[in-house]
């Protein structure tokens, strides 16, 4: 890849003021997405993978404070001004959301949704803006589009619900999609369907995607790169098949573990991840994932580790006590 | 990973769902009503009805006759036709004042929700002032200053309702302003206009038309208190509560003088209420389902 990234997110930290003290969403995240590639962002609840969707889109709560620097397409948009910021978000950025019931607006029709949208993006008069939304929503996979203009989104199922948010997203031609949970509400089926969806769309417009998921199985086979982050941090940076034929950082390997297998013997437990996130208002001194870690060491609860490279350049890790395992799973 | 690719045929799902939501007789009485009510009003000067206020001291208090449907009253004017022309006067103020309030106090309420900050504490704030000062009290000190008509009356009130308004607008457009499809939309780059225009407004019209038509039954029972207290529209012209207030001092000769209008006044207050309470009831289950 030639030239600076499309998007790169340098030394970002969200801090949000809570009454129980100032709470730390994201803690001085190194990103970075060429045009056309797909980032996977993988880590559980409340590790900060939304608020850090929403620095990039600079639409963080308003209490919110963020330092750090968000460049996309040259700019960099922490200091930009509200209205030119606006005009770019139009041209060039979109969002789908995990919960389709509550991303789209209850009370107008899908139709009027998307028509005003692409009018407003690409000033188009109400005949062509029709058109296209008829192609958009054929193009996300929705049967008898021209009569599901009609409708409202309750009388939608959420599979539908969703292919008619990505339609929206993608109606005015981002340069960058963020998928925040895409698939989490829905059907295991409608997961792989919507997923192929988003994929096959990417290609087709050559955008930049960043999906956010919990569940390493979505981030497989359909990103370029995984950052997995965890109590803010990212602790695990790596092209996706480089991760998934051998992680460094515990955490990494402890989230694959916890994906059910469908091979194994029925009434095998779960390897879950015990405990809980350490609680982000009262950050550790040394590694946040110190207190839940089969491999902690003394070190591990004095020092914080920081980002490190491992045998190649693209991978980076922070963990004093790396596993070196094959895990044999081809991305 | 091998997926399933929709294929339904397009003609199963277009039909869409009929809307078949049972509304009951008592729905339709009261809008049955509403609407009998309104014909009349509007119909008032092409009836074939005596004048309101024509006198006849010969035929004071006279009962039911083919000549006066509901007799007279004190001042020997015909019954029907004070009660019809001041159905007019009711509606006008009961119906007016409070788009004053849906106007005025939706716009603020939509703005202080979604914008925050030091205009809502303001907005807030003196509405909370306008909601402490006695209503009675101001409307004596308005009515004193500006002297007594319908416009002054409908203004008044209208002014009072604002607050209640300000408030239901406010406490939609706070839960809506953080749902998703908001941010949606500023991530697709909206103005805020747009979005308080299209995204937020259609939202917040569901529970303030209901609140709406609540406010109008309200109006009406207030405009004829101030009609009884003497502070509504100024004599000859007749609105219910004055028909009630004149009423009272004959309350022993002839009873029906203050009821028949307090009847009319309960029947339209209870539909508009009812029609007011189903309509919310019907917007609300979408609400609820998103």
């Known amino acids: 890849m030639t030239g600076a990234p499309l998007l790169s997110v340098e030394d970002v930290a969200v801090d949000l003021p809570t009454p129980r003290g100032n709470l730390r969403a994201v803690d001085g995240v190194d990103l970075t997405v060429?045009?056309?590639?797909?980032?996977?962002?993988?880590?559980?609840s409340g590790c900060g993978k939304t608020m850090l969707s929403r620095a990039i889109l600079q639409l963080l709560p308003r209490k919110a404070k963020l330092s750090g620097r968000v460049r996309f397409d040259g700019q960099d948009l922490v200091r930009l001004a509200p209205e030119a910021l606006r005009k770019l978000r139009a041209r060039s950025l979109a969002v789908v959301f995990q919960d389709p019931m509550t991303s789209l607006n209850p009370v107008l029709t899908i139709g009027t949704q998307l028509i005003e949208t692409l009018q407003e993006h690409l000033e188009l008069d109400q005949a062509a803006?029709?058109?296209?939304?008829?192609?958009?929503?054929?193009?996300?996979?929705?049967p008898a589009p021209e009569a599901r203009l009609m409708q409202y989104p309750h009388q939608l199922s959420g599979g539908m619900r969703q292919r008619v948010a990505i339609a929206i997203a993608l109606s005015c031609e981002p340069k960058l999609l963020i998928a925040d949970e895409p698939t989490t509400a829905l059907d295991v089926t409608i997961q792989a369907q919507i997923l192929d969806l988003l994929a096959r769309e990417q290609r087709r417009r050559h955008m930049a995607m960043i999906i956010i998921t919990h569940d390493l199985g979505v981030v497989a086979g359909r990103t370029d790169e995984v950052a997995v982050m965890y109590a803010g941090r990212v602790v695990?940076?790596?092209?996706?098949?480089?991760?998934?034929?051998?992680?460094?950082?515990?955490?990494?390997?402890?989230?694959?573990?916890?994906?059910?297998?469908?091979?194994?013997?029925?009434h095998t437990r779960l390897p879950a991840i015990s405990g809980r996130p350490p609680d982000p208002t009262r950050p550790l001194k040394g590694?946040?994932?110190?207190?839940?870690?089969?491999?902690?060491?003394?070190?591990c609860h004095a020092e914080k580790p920081l980002l490190a490279k491992a045998e190649s350049s693209d991978h980076e890790f922070a963990c004093f006590n790396p596993i070196h395992v094959e895990a044999g799973v081809s991305a | 990973m091998a997926t399933l690719e929709l294929s339904v045929s397009e003609d199963v799902i277009v039909a869409s769902v009929q809307r078949t939501r049972r509304l009951g007789p008592l729905f339709w009485t009261a809008t049955g009503w509403m609407i009998f009510v309104f014909a009349v009003a509007i119909l008032a000067p092409v009836l074939p009805l005596p004048s309101p206020t024509d006198m006849d001291m010969l035929e004071r208090r006279a009962p039911v006759s083919a000549l006066h449907w509901l007799g007279t009253d004190g001042l020997g004017r015909d019954e029907l036709s004070r009660l019809v022309y001041g159905a007019r006067i009711s509606l006008t103020v009961g119906l007016f004042a409070p788009v004053i309030g849906i106007t005025i106090g939706g716009a603020l309420g939509l703005l202080a929700g979604y914008f925050r900050g030091r205009f809502e504490t303001l907005v807030v704030g003196s509405m909370d002032t306008l909601l402490a000062f006695p209503p009675l009290i101001l409307a004596l000190a308005v009515t004193a200053y500006l002297g007594q008509s319908i416009f002054n009356l409908t203004c008044i009130l209208g002014v009072l309702g604002i607050p209640a308004f300000m408030r239901v607008a406010r406490a939609s457009t706070l839960t809506l302003a953080r749902r998703e499809f908001v941010i949606a939309a500023q991530a697709l780059g909206a103005s805020h206009a747009r979005i308080l225009l299209r995204e937020l407004l259609p939202n917040v019209a569901l529970p303030l038309v209901a609140f709406f038509l609540l406010g109008v039954a309200v109006t009406i029972v207030v405009e004829g208190a101030l009609s009884f207290l003497g502070l509504g529209v100024p004599p000859p012209i007749s609105s219910w509560g004055s028909m009630i207030g004149e009423g009272r001092e004959s309350l022993e000769i002839a009873p029906?003088?203050?009821?028949?209008?307090?009847?009319?006044?309960?029947?339209?207050?209870?539909?508009?209420?009812?029609?007011?309470?189903t309509l919310r009831a019907l917007t609300d289950p979408r609400q609820g389902a998103l």
């Open chain 1, 287 to 299: 590694c946040s994932f110190s207190p839940r870690c089969r491999y902690v060491a003394r070190r």
């Open chain 1, 129 to 142: 803006a029709k058109r296209r939304s008829i192609e958009l929503l054929a193009a996300v996979g929705i």
């Open chain 1, 34 to 44: 060429g045009a056309g590639r797909t980032l996977g962002i993988v880590g559980e």
């Open chain 2, 256 to 277: 029906q003088l203050a009821f028949i209008p307090a009847i009319a006044m309960f029947l339209t207050v209870l539909s508009f209420n009812l029609v007011g309470d």
């Open chain 1, 236 to 266: 695990e940076r790596a092209p996706t098949h480089a991760l998934f034929k051998r992680m460094h950082m515990p955490y990494t390997e402890a989230l694959l573990a916890a994906i059910p297998k469908i091979d194994a013997a029925p």
